[in-house]
């Protein structure tokens, strides 16, 4: 199920891979993913957003490295 909430500051970019920090503290991620910077658990790239990131709730920072996520 796609988020109901729209992405809100801030957003962050990798080399490949994006960040996006919903209002309601969650976090989509797209893009590469072939050092499982997404944090889905897998290596699937991901063109599209599906679903906020599992397991980050509350998330007040976000950065996206070259082929890693931080999120605080």
């Given amino acids: 199920m796609a988020p109901q909430s729209s992405p809100s500051s801030p957003r962050s970019a990798g ?8 209002a309601d503290g969650t976090v989509m ?3 590469l993913n072939s050092s499982g910077q ?3 658990g897998t290596t699937t790239n991901r063109t599209a957003l599906t679903d906020p990131v599992s397991g980050l709730s509350s998330i ?4 996206a490295g ?4 931080l999120a605080a």
């Fill in 60 to 63: 007040s920072l976000i950065s």
């Fill in 66 to 69: 070259s082929a890693f996520t």
């Fill in 15 to 22: 080399a490949s891979h994006s960040l996006a920090r919903l």
């Fill in 29 to 31: 991620a797209w893009g």
């Fill in 38 to 40: 997404l944090g889905d």
